[in-house]
């Protein structure tokens, strides 16, 4: 191949691999508050889209769905909870479908969804939007 050849073919490679995936796309809504501001007060959040990341240390089928403990770990590049950051304290996902297990290989979340109220003195999160992530 012609180093010519080669170069637009590299160009062309780099140019596709720089335009995002469908997922990457959509736009993810910012929090209005950290978490240590939700954990406070999550009545003054009621309503509020957020974005939590950490890891399950807890599920159960509810009447509704499933209800999961999550462990909060700050959220890093690609939406993925830093495994190894310190944790705000615990917060609940009520996920609106039943999930079967749960992987060990994959226990770390990133959920997107609205601030519904308390489960157990933390904050509830209804999920909209959850995203699994092994770390493996």
Same mark, same amino acid.
């Given at each position: 191949?012609?180093?010519?050849?080669?170069?637009?073919?590299?160009?062309?490679?780099?140019?596709?691999?720089?335009?995002?995936?469908?997922?990457?796309?959509?736009?993810?809504?910012?929090?209005?508050?950290?978490?240590?501001?939700? /954990?406070?007060? #999550?009545?003054?959040?009621?309503?509020?889209?957020?974005?939590?990341?950490?890891?399950?240390?807890?599920?159960? #089928?509810?009447?509704?769905?499933?209800?999961?403990?999550?462990?909060?770990?700050?959220?890093?590049?690609?939406? /993925?909870?830093?495994?190894?950051?310190?944790?705000?304290?615990?917060?609940?996902? /009520?996920?609106?479908?039943?999930?079967?297990?749960?992987?060990?290989?994959? #226990?770390?979340?990133?959920?997107?969804?609205?601030?519904?109220?308390?489960?157990?003195?933390?904050?509830?999160?209804?999920?909209?939007?959850?995203?699994?992530?092994?770390?493996?």
């Amino acid at each position: 191949m012609k180093q010519s050849g080669a170069i637009g073919w590299l160009t062309g490679v780099l140019f596709l691999v720089s335009f995002p995936s469908q997922g990457w796309t959509e736009q993810v809504p910012q929090s209005q508050a950290s978490f240590a501001q939700l /954990r406070e007060n #999550p009545d003054a959040y009621l309503g509020a889209t957020v974005v939590l990341g950490g890891q399950i240390v807890r599920w159960r #089928p509810a009447p509704q769905g499933s209800l999961l403990q999550v462990l909060q770990r700050p959220l890093g590049r690609g939406l /993925r909870p830093e495994r190894l950051a310190f944790s705000g304290g615990w917060f609940w996902v /009520r996920y609106p479908e039943q999930l079967g297990p749960l992987s060990l290989l994959a #226990p770390y979340i990133t959920v997107i969804g609205e601030v519904v109220g308390t489960e157990q003195g933390s904050p509830l999160i209804l999920a909209q939007e959850v995203f699994l992530f092994s770390f493996w």
